[in-house]
């Protein structure tokens, strides 16, 4: 089974890269209103762009008793997760996630916590019926 993020997966990523931003953006307003213009501005263009461009690359399979995730721009990162080690699956669903139609899943191994941000509903209810059969 293939999957990959939702469509609106960037825009999802984009508002909690924005989240951070909001909370340092009264301390550069505080030196300034252009320095606050300025810094708010150049967080906004970077959490776009990041959101967009890692949005869009993480892809995954689950096949052959393994789940794997790729994701990255800049630096690519696979990660390999034996399905006999995963000990559960967390399924996190938020406002902004319910009024997209789609959940986060973290996926929890003996050593590992996999986060797979903005997936479909119905491609979350698979993943996690093939993930609990095969554990």
């Not at 800049?74 to 406002?95: A, D, H, V």
């Amino acid at each position: 089974m293939e999957f990959c993020l939702h469509p609106r997966a960037a825009l999802i990523l984009t508002v909690w890269l924005c989240l951070p931003g909001a909370l340092l953006c009264p301390f550069f307003f505080w030196q300034g209103a252009w320095a606050g213009l300025v810094f708010t501005g150049l967080w906004l263009l970077a959490a776009l762009a990041l959101g967009n461009s890692l949005g869009r690359t993480m892809r995954g399979t689950a096949q052959a008793g393994q789940l794997i995730v790729r994701c990255g721009v800049l630096f690519k990162c696979c990660w390999r997760l034996p399905l006999r080690y995963i000990t559960g699956i967390t399924r996190l669903e938020t406002p902004l996630t319910l009024l997209t139609h789609c959940c986060s899943l973290i996926v929890h191994t003996s050593g590992r916590a996999v986060f797979l941000p903005a997936l479909d509903n119905d491609t979350a209810s698979q993943l996690t019926a093939l993930l609990q059969r095969e554990a």
